[in-house]
């Protein structure tokens, strides 16, 4: 499985085609913070990974904070989607947000209208942060949040760009808001003293960076222990002052490889990244000598960190073995891990597709899924990850929703990556446990699935799908025809109108 099978496609972007905006953003002045997310977050090999808009990571992360209000500016399409997606994920917040309209975007009220809400929002006594994201239009407008004051009554006031024509993935877009948020929490930290955790640990600690399954620091806690290591506050965070004792930790375990700004922002602060996580034993072993000596820890403790953990793993992974043929496809970031650990529990994938970008913290991984015959595809297209189940005709496809979707068409056992897989313990034994009950539950009768498609069978495909007609819906191709004209042309008016103000 080499990965080339298909060429991806160019799938049209919902925010009207990424050179025409690129080029209004840059003429409206933000040519430096696109060159800083295109650093961040190289695109390639193909344009885009097709999924949900990137500024829901942003969004999300905002929304997961304790005392931050998290206000969108972006045309109300977008923000709806974002709203609906984020109270789907069950934010339990309010999502602020600033209209506009096309005058108020070419006249330069947008800006003010933002300040404003900037400023009605900035109470201290209810926030300790406020954020605000640009989206599509308003980027590309050139609306400079950079001009907000940092600070009103004391509330920190941090605007971000997360343009989808910029950011890639929204698992990037989160490390947007969280670089920026570090960077802030970095500077007043070197400024003088900050607040203090609200669990202070007795021992050094180590920083776990991506969202995790809440039981899984709690674990990798207990396999640092004996070596005289604790947790310290994921990133992202959950409430500011977290960030002062993950920037205050002595070791940072990039576990989601996709962090770059943040980890520019440990790096700045002096200390040690280290990638790959405690997955498998084989992963386990090595991520615990890795952390044990980026902390400075003896080779005895060392030991008995692993002599801790690595037996009751061999047990548990001897006691679960199995033989599926699985791919992985996904943009959580975890997903070299998930293949890994399919791997020790005997599973064969031959290909893992991950949208996030290769950076040096999934170095490891890559290397070793390489060794065990599995291909490890960056920035994968839906295109690739679809014929490389076809390719391969997995027992178990993991994947995003259309993946799956393609794989039940076909009665191949499918599962969401999201909700199934990162729903659960990923992370030493408990990681084990959960894992290949995935596996053992969604193999162990296939036949339901070719049940599936006989009943649905006759249904039609695509946008000829339908029950009960008469006959086939009929195509209108002409219709279509002119809609796109139309939606072209007014792309064209909004695109010239931002170039112009
Ligand atoms: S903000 Fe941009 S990428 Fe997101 S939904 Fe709107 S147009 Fe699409």
Redesign the pocket.
Known sequence: MDGTAAAPTQAT????GRETMLEAARAAGKTEMLAGLAKDYPRGPHDQPQSM???FGSLRVGLRMRRTATILS??A??VY??TFTSHFYGAKRTVGYVPFNSESLVRGQLFEDIRTAVHDMAKPEEYDTVVIIN???PTASGVPLDLLPKSINGVRIIGID????GVPTHAEAKDVLAGAMLRYARTEAEAGPVQRPRVVQEMPTVTLVGELFPADPVGVGAMLAPMGLAVAPQLPSREWRDLYAALDSRVVAAVHPFYTASIREFQAAGRPIVGSGPVGVEGTDAWLSAIGAAANVGAAEIDAAKARTLNPMRGALAGMRMKSRVTVSGYEGSELLVARLMIELGCEVPYVGTACPRTPWSDLDREWLNAHGCHVQYRASLEQDVAAMLEVKPDLAIGTTPLVQKAKELGTPAIYFTNMVSARPLLGIPGIGAMAAIVKAQTKSPERFAGMVAFFDGVGTGDNTGYGWQGTPEAHPQFREKYRKQRLAREKTLANQSMGS
């Open positions: 972007d919902c925010h009207g808009c990137p500024a972006g045309s399409c977008c989607g974002l989206l599509c239009v997360v343009p989808g024509f």
